[in-house]
């Protein structure tokens, strides 16, 4: 079963706070329709449960000092066979709020990345920490295309 990238799943993220400190455990998913993503089509290949009209580069993740963020990817093709694998975030301008240049994926099956907020964003525009996902993706056993990326953005208060 195919699905077009409107109707993907509208849940963008999920977050889970904790009693001892109130940090948030953020999990931000990316779904990808494994059959279709090529380097031309990444945009409309994947979101991340947006509302219609927000682009992935303009989805904004918000969270606060102390918070871990957790990305992870899902095939909205065949879940149970194919496999989207974050392989690192890249700081691409603005505040570096995990106050290093690069995440790498944990070489799960398949790959997340995980990141602890340790730096403070402004709430200008300008401020906000604007990130590349790097992802892979594979598709009835094989890898599709090499590797894809999306900028979206984090603000942290």
Same mark, same amino acid.
């Given at each position: 079963?195919?699905?077009?990238?409107g109707?993907l &799943?509208?849940?963008?993220?999920?977050?889970?706070?904790?009693?001892?400190d109130?940090?948030?455990?953020?999990v931000?998913?990316?779904?990808?329709?494994?059959s279709?993503?090529n380097?031309?089509?990444? #945009?409309?290949?994947?979101?991340?449960?947006?509302d219609?009209?927000?682009?992935? +580069? +303009?989805f904004?993740i918000?969270a606060?000092?102390? #918070?871990?963020?957790?990305?992870?990817g899902?095939?909205?093709?065949? &879940?149970?066979?194919?496999?989207?694998?974050?392989?690192?975030?890249?700081h691409e301008?603005?505040?570096?709020?995990?106050?290093q240049?690069?995440?790498?994926? #944990?070489?799960?099956?398949? +790959?997340?990345?995980?990141?602890?907020?340790?730096?403070?964003?402004?709430d200008?525009?300008k #401020?906000?920490?604007?990130?590349?996902i790097s992802?892979?993706?594979?598709?009835?056993?094989?890898?599709r295309?090499?590797?894809?990326h999306?900028? &979206?953005?984090?603000?942290?208060?």
């Open positions: 079963m195919l699905l077009a990238a109707t &799943p509208l849940s963008a993220f999920t977050i889970i706070r904790t009693r001892q109130q940090t948030q455990n953020i931000v998913t990316l779904y990808v329709d494994t279709l993503i380097n031309k089509n990444t #945009d409309t290949s994947c979101n991340f449960g947006q219609e009209g927000i682009s992935n +580069e +303009e904004t918000d606060n000092v102390g #918070d871990t963020v957790t990305w992870q899902v095939s909205t093709n065949a &879940p149970e066979t194919d496999r989207v694998n974050i392989k690192s975030i890249n301008g603005g505040k570096n709020v995990f106050g240049n690069v995440l790498i994926g #944990d070489r799960g099956t398949p +790959e997340k990345v995980v990141g602890k907020v340790v730096n403070k964003t402004g200008e525009k #401020d906000q920490f604007k990130y590349k992802f892979t993706v594979l598709n009835n056993g094989k890898n295309n090499g590797t894809f999306i900028d &979206p953005v984090i603000r942290v208060h």
